[in-house]
């Protein structure tokens, strides 16, 4: 029977996410729908790795092998209890009898297991029962660590007897990967998953493509990942990193199919849902025909709305803020972004008010949004072509001409800046 334990991913600290890059792009062209002012396009905003976002690896339906034994050990005669010290053999003990230990372990007294079973182990070090049984209490605890070490000590002894355990191996692996030691699971996973006549475990599977992926072998981790879909079309996880997948080789299309499933089987993954409303943003960015824009931006903003509904911090807010001004609805964007517009919000966030206030022609709130915007990133030559617009409406000349000449700065060849600099210069003062 295969340990099957909920954790968050580690790294992004928390699943997904690590090891490996990963990067969200916030579809930067989502806010180009105006005729005035015209910007030039923002960068994407690159999120790091946020362990928030990696789903846990938990069991599924199908994950169950109960024809595995746990511990091939026979009971033997069982170990008195006694007063002798703490660390010393109890009276009359067999320091290779391993049944006291295991009983405790059926019995879930995994603590105690593990300190009898590393007493015998210390006592012999040649117990392979005993290093098995105190590192399959190791991994019940979720001491990946001190699992991964005595786990590995059972196997080595295993394969000088040339004896092969699945169930250490099995077990082994887990720990690894829940330690984070994906270099030395992937071997172990690729062995517990390509046993001759044996049908593969998913959750096995899926340990495989997370190690996999997070040491960089994506087009393995994308097959493996596949292999689990196939075996539980279900397992909203594995669908997660198709999406993430689809979405780092530029293909939109397919992320959205594979989020669209992983939200379905699990509408509390907020880094699928967060993965959906980017991935349906980018792909509104790049088309060229006007009415599937206007479809995608609608689908990120219902995509949002499942996102707020599971996370409310404020990088989930700034991405469902953008979905509703791609998708023209300013007036809802200005009421979310407001309330993520704290003094510690990035520039981004009061670009996106700015140019949301800006759109329901609050401009006294645009030009206070777009001046936070401006002191955080003062090279952001998109904030001075806003902001140069929301004075220039309030006939701030002065002002607009200020920021029009700060972007052309940036920019010394755009015309757009060029032509404003003229436009306001003479009604400056």
Known sequence: ??????????????????????????????????????????????????????????????????????????????????????????????????????????????????????QIAKTDPQNTEAWKIAGFSELALKQYAEASTDLQTALNLQEVAKQEDAPTIDALAQAYILYEKFDQALPLLVKATSRTGAKPDPLMLYYRGWAEYKIGKVADAERTFNQVVKAN???????????????????????????????????????????LTSAYLRRAASATDSAQADADYLSAVRAGEGLI?????????????????????????????????????????????????????????????????????PDDVNVYRELGYAYEVTKQYGKALGAYQKGLNLVPTDADFKESVDRVRPFAK
């Not at 034994?69 to 009898?97: H, M, Q, W, Y």
């Not at 009983?103 to 079973?117: G, N």
């Open 1 to 118: 029977m295969l340990f099957r334990y909920s954790r968050r991913s580690p790294g992004f600290t928390g699943g997904l996410i690590i090891s490996g890059t990963f990067t969200l792009l916030l579809a930067g062209g989502v806010i180009a729908q105006s005729s005035r002012p015209r910007r030039v396009q923002p960068k994407p905003v690159q999120q790091k790795e946020d362990s928030l976002l990696l789903p846990k690896p938990t069991p599924t339906p199908t994950a169950r092998n109960t024809n595995v034994p746990l511990l091939d050990i026979k009971p033997v005669k069982p170990i008195a209890e006694s007063s002798a010290p703490v660390g010393a053999p109890a009276a009359g003990l067999d320091t290779g009898d391993t049944s006291h230990a295991y009983t405790m372990f059926q019995q879930k007294q995994y603590a105690a297991a593990a300190k009898e079973a590393k």
């Open 233 to 275: 079309p279900k397992d909203a996880n594995s669908l997660y990193f198709l999406g993430q997948i689809a979405l780092t080789r530029n293909d939109p299309g397919a992320a959205i199919a594979a989020l669209n499933r992983a939200t379905v089987n699990d509408p509390r993954m907020a880094g699928a849902w967060l993965l």
């Open 309 to 377: 509904k599971v996370r409310t911090d404020a990088d989930a807010v700034m991405l469902f803020g953008q979905a509703l001004i791609g998708a023209k609805q300013y007036a809802r964007a200005a009421t979310a972004l407001e309330r993520v517009a704290t003094p510690e919000a990035n520039s981004f966030t009061f670009y996106l008010l700015g140019v949301a206030q800006s759109r329901v022609k609050n401009f006294p709130k645009a030009i206070a949004a777009l001046e936070r915007a401006g002191e955080k990133k």
